[in-house]
């Protein structure tokens, strides 16, 4: 498994994004399937309909039911994360979907991610631990 943020389904589904052909080139290298929080999955249904309508929202509802991508629900203590984690990084801004990533991953000890959002070079897990970031 990895964990995914939202910028790599949008880029999946959505031919004319940049980096369309980025993303499906490292997908078949990644330990399947993609894990994503219902923060992240929101906001990538959001930007698919700005940028490809119903199509592509259908597209990435696929993914779920051809268990490519997988939705993980967070517990109490990691909402509780999520918001202390927003407070710490308050500056950059941590918005709500990066938040619920990084506590997954502290919940389900994954260091790696699938995104294309720079912030999460600046995040930390507990221990300070970095990311790892694929692309």
């Given at each position: ?27 078949p290298s ?6 994503t ?49 927003m ?11 990066d938040?619920?990533?990084?506590a ?8 790696q ?23």
């Open positions: 498994m990895i964990l995914c943020d939202a910028s790599p389904l949008v880029c999946l589904v959505n031919k004319k994004d940049p980096n369309h052909q980025r993303c499906l080139t490292v997908l990644l330990s399947e399937p993609l894990v929080t219902w923060p992240c999955f929101t906001e990538a249904m959001y930007l698919l309909y700005r940028y490809a309508g119903w199509p592509g929202q259908q597209e990435l509802w696929d993914y779920i039911a051809e268990q490519l991508l997988i939705i993980h629900i967070s517990n109490e203590s990691e909402q509780r994360r999520m918001q202390e984690l407070f710490q990084y308050r500056d950059t801004p941590m918005d709500l979907a938040a619920s990533l990084v997954a991953a502290e919940t389900l000890n994954q260091q991610i699938f995104t294309l959002d720079s912030d999460f070079y600046i995040y930390r897990l507990f221990g300070n631990v970095p990311f790892e970031i694929v692309p």
